[in-house]
């Protein structure tokens, strides 16, 4: 059974740090391509950053430069290190896999960044 649980999200002042985890079961990181996705209130869901199982990484031209996607695959964990934070990065912050023929989804972690 696919499940993943996102944690490390908060009230942070602009320029803070955050780290968010996604712990996953049910599969094996290190062997999947896995992504970070933000949804912000009376927004589309966006793919903030991703990790392909070979260690690539992409980002959203928004956070490039201040967010580190990583994966730990003693942990089974998928990571974003997110710093310089700005207001506008305020969303619920959910972690995702495509995996046997469908994706899955975290319940998502809130992150509010204030001014």
């Known amino acids: 059974q696919v499940r993943l649980v996102e944690s490390g999200g908060g009230l942070v002042q602009a320029g803070g740090s955050l780290r968010l985890s996604c712990a996953a079961s049910?599969?094996?990181?290190?062997?999947?391509?896995m992504a970070w996705y933000r949804q912000a209130p009376g927004k589309q869901r966006e793919v903030v950053a991703s990790?392909?199982?070979?260690?690539?990484?992409n980002y959203a031209d928004s956070v490039k430069g201040r967010f580190t996607i990583s994966k730990d695959n003693a942990q089974n964990t998928v990571y974003l290190q997110m710093n310089s934070l700005k207001p506008e990065d305020t969303a619920v912050y959910s972690c995702?896999?495509?995996?046997?023929?469908?994706?899955?989804w975290g319940q998502g972690t809130q992150v509010t960044v204030s001014s």
């Open positions: 990790i392909s199982s070979g260690g690539y990484t």
């Open positions: 995702g896999v495509f995996y046997t023929g469908r994706n899955y």
């Open positions: 049910g599969f094996i990181v290190t062997n999947k391509a």
